[in-house]
């Protein structure tokens, strides 16, 4: 968050709290920008939640001195679209802060990088924010007149009364020697009080203070009493007369004290901030709410920035990190590279180089990536994350990290059945026509480099599934796709084109070396037999060679002077080898 900015104007001694407010304002609404414009004229004072550029302030005046013409509050849901091209930031919505008499004193403004409407609640809200605003424009006033009575009065001893009606500020006089304390009367009607209901001893003020804030309270005013803190300042509950607590906040100071340093009178201001504690917590309820919601998603929620310099770091991990990762929230918030540390070695580098590709183009990250912590096996992890850009120049994501390793595992499956023949466990033939178109197109990428295509054929496959049974027909099959696998290379294939015929494909390599890997298939085949009930059955096949070029214009084509050659090692007698 960066700093908030006050123009035009001094530093008013009430910013502090009209600070908190706007921060506030721009936290509660998530926007980019939250603005109170006070005053009017060359006395205007323009408060941010974010540092404003000089376009940004320019429009805000001159809505500012659009609105300032009229009397009527403007509806805290009406869109507003500011003069300007180019604008990076829109007006949301703009709230008019009038005072009882209907004298302007500034109004409220919500910007953001996209233009949106405010639901219901959130026009209440704002119109809430307006109310504290005002009392803070209220008090502002009224605690300059109370400083300029302090200071004439002072001489003169003359005990304080100013009545603040409606400002939620009472003023307090206490004589710290003799235990007297003197109240306005704006601070009796503070808690509801008439001025006859309230005594003028310490001792009852203590009274109307909760008890679980009344050793608080006092330990603090003691310090400043001991010229241990510079002023008296605590945030704690009083008693009303209806028996109600409201929140309030005390300030006071030491004004006179004796030739040893003692404490003589303290005079301060107590203020109702009810209203804002109830607000303050209402929003710590929600980021409860919402860190409980992404502690209980079953996935990682996290927050992650890397600065402009490339640092970076999560600002926030939901507890899902553990499941998905193995790794605590603690441990990624202390180390962002540990994550980095368990992603697969082979899915590492596109894991780093997709956060630096969308912190370049601030486009939305989606991976897919595997990681292993210690102790665990490998899973599958789907990432996904929208970027900003912050103004300091650092890259802010908000994302999703989930476990999808159960549907990879069926993808795997899937994929298997569609491209693996059920009975050999070899590929099926549309499977093997894609490998074989894509070895086709590597030749043609690179003219210098050869392939062969074997076509097998088992011999007499009909007499033996009807002396034996298609189970034993099935049996050879399958014993038939195990020594051609047994013979692989891993850039070769072997698929089942249909029924008991076959087809290899084998990557750089020329006729000699195609006529080997026929060669060690049929003497595999020949020196071991299926059995069948204590019968050995030998198996044959014939085999038809050719070679795959990059002159070739289809697949089809090298496939079909294969199946001549298989065709004439057939009709040569069997168990042979042919090549075109």
Not at 114 to 132: I, N, S
Not at 155 to 168: F, H, K, P, T, Y
Not at 345 to 351: I, L
Not at 490 to 508: H, I, N, P, Q, Y
Request: hydrophobic share 40%; charged share 25%.
């Amino acid at each position: 968050m960066q700093p908030l900015c006050s123009t035009n104007a001094p530093v008013s001694a009430n910013d502090e709290r009209l600070d908190g407010l706007v921060r506030l304002l721009g936290r509660h609404f998530a926007v980019a920008a939250a603005v109170l414009v006070v005053g009017a004229g060359g006395a205007r004072r323009i408060l941010s939640s974010a540092v404003l550029g000089e376009l940004q302030r320019a429009q805000i005046i001159e809505a500012e001195d659009a609105g300032a013409t009229r009397h009527a509050a403007v509806d805290p849901g009406q869109q507003a679209s500011p003069r300007g091209v180019g604008s990076p930031l829109h007006l949301i919505a703009r709230y008019p802060l009038l005072a009882s008499q209907g004298r302007r004193l500034g109004a409220l403004y919500l910007l953001d990088e996209r233009p949106h409407e405010l639901d219901a609640g959130q026009r209440q809200a704002l119109q809430d924010f307006a109310t504290l605003a005002l009392e803070l424009l209220a008090r502002e006033a009224d605690e300059a007149r109370q400083r300029h009575e302090i200071a004439a009065l002072r001489d003169s001893e003359r005990r304080m009364a100013l009545a603040i009606a409606g400002s939620g500020t009472g003023i307090w006089d206490r004589n710290v020697a003799t235990g007297e304390i003197h109240y306005s009367s704006g601070w009796k009607a503070l808690l509801g009080y008439a001025e006859h209901e309230v005594g003028n001893r310490i001792e009852e003020s203590y009274t109307r203070v909760h008890p679980a804030d009344l050793e608080y309270v006092k330990a603090t005013i003691q310090a400043h009493l001991d010229q241990r803190t510079a002023a008296y300042e605590v945030e704690h509950r009083l008693r009303c007369r209806d028996g109600q607590y409201k929140w309030v906040c005390s300030r006071g100071k030491v004004v006179e004290r004796d030739s040893q340093g003692r404490p003589l009178r303290m005079i301060g201001t107590t203020t109702d901030i009810t209203a804002m504690r109830m607000l303050a917590e209402r929003v710590r309820q929600t980021a409860d709410l919402m860190t409980d919601l992404t502690n209980e998603v079953p996935g990682m929620v996290f927050q992650y920035r890397r600065a402009a310099s490339g640092e970076s770091c999560f600002t926030y991990v939901s507890a899902g990190a553990q499941a998905i990762c193995g790794l605590s929230a603690a441990q990624l918030m202390e180390d962002a590279q540990a994550l980095t540390a368990i992603v697969h070695p082979e899915d590492r580098r596109a894991f780093i180089e997709s956060f630096e590709h969308c912190a370049e183009r601030l486009s939305p990250w989606h991976l897919e990536f595997r990681v292993q912590a210690p102790g665990r096996d490998i899973a599958w992890c789907q990432g996904e994350a929208r970027p900003r850009r912050q103004d300091d120049g650092s890259v802010l994501w908000h994302g999703f990290m989930t476990d999808i390793t159960a549907r990879k595992q069926i993808e795997g499956e899937l994929q298997a059945l569609a491209t693996t023949d059920f009975l050999t466990q070899l590929a099926n033939r549309r499977h093997f026509m894609a490998q074989l178109e894509a070895v086709l197109a590597r030749l043609q990428r690179s003219p210098g480099q050869s392939a062969a295509i074997l076509m097998f054929d088992l011999d007499h496959f009909k007499a033996i599934n009807d002396r034996w049974g298609h189970d034993v027909g099935d049996q050879a099959l399958r014993h038939f796709a195990a020594i051609l696998r047994g013979q692989l290379r891993k850039t070769d294939t072997a698929g089942r084109l249909g029924g008991e015929e076959f087809a290899v494909v084998l990557s750089e390599a020329d006729l000699p070396k195609a006529m080997q890997f026929a060669t060690r298939v049929q003497g595999e085949l020949a020196r071991t037999p299926i059995l069948h009930d204590g019968e050995q059955i030998f198996l044959a096949v014939s085999v038809g060679i050719s070679s795959l070029s990059s002159c070739d214009a289809s697949v089809e084509a090298a496939l079909s002077r294969s199946d001549m050659a298989l065709y004439c090692a057939k009709r040569g007698g069997r168990n042979r080898i042919e090549h075109h």
